[in-house]
């Protein structure tokens, strides 16, 4: 399963020079999808609601993080 998560940084820094960023989860499937081109999909959507709630400039990375554990056996 690939969840979708962003990193949101304001590119204005704060008093004392450091930079203000916040993480951004998926709510709509906590548990992730099950391909990495529907997470990447979501994190378009992530992206684009952002966009209309945080003030310019800022940077955005983005993540589609496997979370499929792999069972070893020894």
């Known amino acids: ?4 998560m962003l990193l949101v940084c304001s590119l204005v820094h704060a008093p004392g020079g450091e930079r203000s960023c916040f993480e951004l989860h998926d709510m709509e499937a906590p548990n992730g999808y099950t391909t990495e081109e529907k997470c990447m999909g979501r994190i378009h959507e992530m992206a684009d609601m952002v966009r209309t709630v945080v003030p310019f400039p800022y940077e955005l990375k983005y993540k589609c993080e496997n979370k499929t554990r792999r069972t070893n056996f020894d």
């Open 1 to 4: 399963m690939f969840k979708a």
